[in-house]
């Protein structure tokens, strides 16, 4: 019966305890909850993200708007304002993305604190976790040591060559099968892969994982450290193989912002998809000045599925894009 919620009221009550836990632990620190536009004329530029889009009319000229795929652009504006502590629990939108880990609207918990650095963020990162799933201390990861204990080269001095060696070498490992319409066309595209394939499911087995210190070309929104072997400062946490948040000591330079915006719209062209606005408010507000801090998007229904033991995502949420 299609009316029917797919999540038990057991834990429906689960994810409500959670979510209390969630706003005690921000409140406790001094982090001031705040709400900022779900529908909204900048969206953030990924290779990978597609965001859903409408066209408000009624107010001028007919424009496309989008629903974001996190929070992190309106919160870095409030930030940019003279935020100092703020976190948000919001809906987030993710074109195209369903399985038993997605469904294409979620809930997302974003959180920035002015002048965390990377190593407070992680700590927070941690704390946070114990706090909802009482897992104990987390350990930390590189994510160079990483793809040598579970892959057998360095992402960072590989060639091209050797990373694609390497997984075409791992084959019968991999739930892939590569032909034609399967092989990744660059270097971190078979990084993800290998990621994805290879390393993920090794990671938090025994207990909570943060992998950090990324390739250059995976920064995002992070920042660059380093001289000869330059790694961006970007986090995940990890529990049973399963991915829960994604942090960056954050970047503050509003003209390398645009240099990565134009890469990656390059990006998604060549893979066939859209170009996405590349002028923003947040580039404004970085221009203005965005204070140094550290920010996390935390996965509010994958902590659900760990916490209950779910192994679908429709376990957690009453009614999934099915049923919605």
């Not at 409500?16 to 536009?37: C, H, K, N």
């Not at 954050?250 to 990565?260: G, I, S, T």
């Not at 890469?263 to 062209?269: F, M, P, Q």
């Given at each position: 019966?299609?009316?029917?919620?797919?999540?038990?009221?057991?834990?429906?009550?689960?994810?409500?305890?959670?979510?209390?836990?969630?706003?005690?632990?921000?409140?406790?620190?001094?982090?001031?909850?705040?709400?900022?536009?779900v529908?909204?004329?900048?969206?953030?530029?990924?290779?990978?993200?597609?965001?859903?889009?409408?066209?408000?009319?009624?107010?001028?000229?007919?424009?496309?708007?989008?629903?974001?795929?996190?929070?992190?652009?309106?919160?870095?504006?409030?930030?940019?304002?003279?935020?100092?502590?703020?976190?948000?629990?919001?809906?987030?939108?993710?074109?195209?993305?369903?399985?038993?880990?997605?469904?294409?609207?979620?809930?997302?918990?974003?959180?920035?604190?002015?002048?965390?650095?990377?190593?407070?963020?992680?700590?927070?990162?941690?704390?946070?976790?114990?706090?909802?799933?009482?897992?104990?201390?987390?350990?930390?990861?590189?994510?160079?040591?990483?793809?040598?204990?579970?892959?057998?080269?360095?992402?960072?001095?590989?060639?091209?060559?050797?990373?694609?060696?390497?997984?075409?070498?791992?084959?019968?490992?991999?739930?892939?099968?590569?032909?034609?319409?399967?092989?990744?066309?660059?270097?971190?595209?078979?990084?993800?892969?290998?990621?994805?394939?290879?390393?993920?499911?090794?990671?938090?087995?025994?207990?909570?994982?943060?992998?950090?210190?990324?390739?250059?070309?995976?920064?995002?929104?992070?920042?660059?450290?380093?001289?000869?072997?330059?790694?961006?400062?970007?986090?995940e946490?990890?529990?049973?193989?399963?991915?829960?948040?994604?942090?960056y000591?954050?970047?503050?330079?509003?003209?390398?912002?645009?240099?990565?915006?134009t890469?990656?719209?390059?990006?998604?062209?060549a893979?066939?998809?859209s170009?996405?606005?590349?002028?923003?408010?947040?580039?404004?507000?970085?221009?203005?000045?965005?204070?140094?801090?550290?920010?996390?998007?935390?996965?509010?229904?994958?902590i659900?599925?760990?916490?209950?033991?779910?192994?679908?995502?429709?376990?957690?949420?009453?009614?999934?894009?099915?049923?919605?």
């Open positions: 019966m299609s009316f029917l919620p797919t999540a038990d009221w057991s834990v429906l009550r689960k994810r409500a305890e959670l979510l209390r836990r969630t706003r005690s632990f921000f409140d406790e620190r001094g982090f001031l909850e705040v709400e900022t536009p529908l909204s004329a900048d969206t953030v530029v990924d290779r990978h993200l597609e965001p859903l889009t409408t066209t408000l009319e009624g107010l001028g000229p007919p424009h496309t708007l989008y629903l974001q795929t996190s929070p992190e652009f309106a919160m870095k504006r409030l930030m940019a304002a003279g935020g100092e502590a703020i976190y948000q629990i919001a809906h987030a939108f993710r074109q195209g993305e369903r399985g038993a880990r997605h469904n294409p609207e979620f809930t997302i918990v974003e959180w920035y604190r002015r002048g965390d650095d990377y190593d407070a963020g992680m700590r927070l990162l941690g704390e946070l976790c114990d706090a909802l799933l009482g897992r104990g201390a987390v350990e930390r990861l590189a994510y160079r040591d990483a793809f040598r204990a579970y892959v057998g080269i360095d992402p960072l001095s590989a060639s091209d060559d050797q990373i694609s060696a390497a997984a075409r070498r791992h084959r019968p490992q991999s739930a892939v099968a590569f032909d034609a319409a399967t092989v990744p066309a660059d270097r971190d595209a078979w990084l993800d892969l290998l990621l994805t394939e290879l390393v993920e499911p090794k990671l938090g087995l025994k207990r909570p994982t943060i992998l950090c210190d990324y390739p250059p070309s995976q920064a995002a929104l992070a920042r660059l450290r380093g001289d000869d072997e330059v790694v961006a400062e970007r986090f946490l990890y529990i049973e193989g399963l991915e829960l948040a994604n942090g000591h954050e970047l503050l330079d509003a003209e390398a912002m645009e240099q990565r915006t890469e990656n719209n390059a990006l998604r062209v893979d066939g998809k170009m996405l606005p590349e002028r923003s408010r947040l580039l404004d507000a970085m221009h203005h000045g965005l204070p140094a801090c550290t920010g996390c998007a935390l996965g509010f229904d994958r659900v599925m760990l916490a209950t033991g779910a192994s679908d995502i429709a376990k957690v949420i009453p009614f999934p894009i099915e049923r919605a």
